[in-house]
């Protein structure tokens, strides 16, 4: 595949993503701006697809590979944008598989703050005010995903158990606590669901063997009030942020709340960012 010339195939999803959700930005526009990129017309300075290239692959590598991290309350904007110009390039399939390899680029391994510093010290000017929000973000971005009904992949489902202490990995911190409680403010009813054996009626990238099934799960009341009790033990854990954090997704689980959409869990996780 070719690349844009906007710049290497490392640097244009990051000139696309700037485009498509600079201030102001609505859902419409987001929908607007990305279906122009595509088209071969400049957005906000950055070129669209050129001749020779494949508006669908090129669509599939910015999925892939763009960051969010600065925008995270447009993951539902974002999503719906992506699978609408998908749908008109009859590459569905191909973008779901492409939002799997997304998550697996950010949420593959550890949070850098999980890091120990002796091991990690290179990594320490990638936090922000000593947060991994790369991989918050992702995580949050990839339960929407879900939550949307659009797929999930099994690197977010090991990030949400290794942030709630119930994956087996030693490895955990305050990053990792705050993406496990951004995925189950942004999709706890799904997951839930899922939990209890609802899994999904059509195949989306997934679980073990890259699809998740509508198949019953073994005791999925007790793994749930696992996932309850994780909430509250990891809180003792946490430093003072991510312990008010782990409170409040326990309350709003419990009292059985809606899943809330980016821009709320956006506004809950970085509140200071939507002043």
Known sequence: MTTTSASNEFIWPDAWAAAIVAEPFTPELISSRLSDLLDGKTVGGAPGVTKGEKPKYMLEAFVQNADWTFKPEAFDAIWHAVFKAASKLKCTEAIRDAT???TEK????????AIPAEEGDEDEDLLQDGYDNAWIAAAVGDARLYALGYGYSAFAWNALLDGLGLGGEEANSDSMRIGSCGQLLAAGQRLKLHIHGGGDSHRT???????LQAVAMEEGEATWVNVLKALEEEQEKAGPRAAALLKR???????NSKNLTSVEVSNIIWPKAQE
């Open 100 to 102: 799997y390899y997304w």
């Open 106 to 113: 950010f949420l593959l391994n550890e949070a850098l703050d």
């Open 205 to 211: 990238p997934g679980f073990a063997g890259r699809y």
């Open 249 to 255: 997704t326990r309350e709003h689980l419990e009292s």
